[in-house]
């Protein structure tokens, strides 16, 4: 963990140019759980592997993969050059599927 706050963990790419992160946070009011404060250019649904519908969100270049309860999200965040995201969609896809909570609720 080598976040600021330890909510979460960057992902090593090998690349000094791509900033991937996974972090959690308990959801606390009455907010947007699936983009609070990110104003998307464009969302999408995104299933998980164990059958969770969350969503996908692109701004501004950047993009989320948010995987949320009624009490906790999840959000893998990515800050790419376009193509090094183009080249390495199937395993951003792979790691953002791989999100899953053990104790749900």
């Known amino acids: 963990d080598k976040s600021n706050n330890g909510d979460g963990f960057y992902i090593e790419t090998g690349n000094v140019n791509v900033d991937m992160r996974v972090y ?7 907010e947007d759980i699936d983009n609070a404060g990110i104003k998307c250019d464009g969302v999408s649904e995104f299933v998980f592997s164990d059958g969770t519908k ?19 999200k999840i959000t893998l965040y990515l800050s790419a050059p376009p193509e090094w995201r183009k080249e390495n969609l199937s395993v951003i896809n792979h790691i953002a599927e791989s999100i899953s909570m053990k104790n749900p609720a």
């Open 24 to 30: 959690g946070e308990t959801i606390t009011g009455i």
């Open 54 to 72: 969350g969503s996908k969100c692109s701004d501004s270049g950047l993009l989320y993969f948010f995987y949320t309860n009624k009490k906790k």
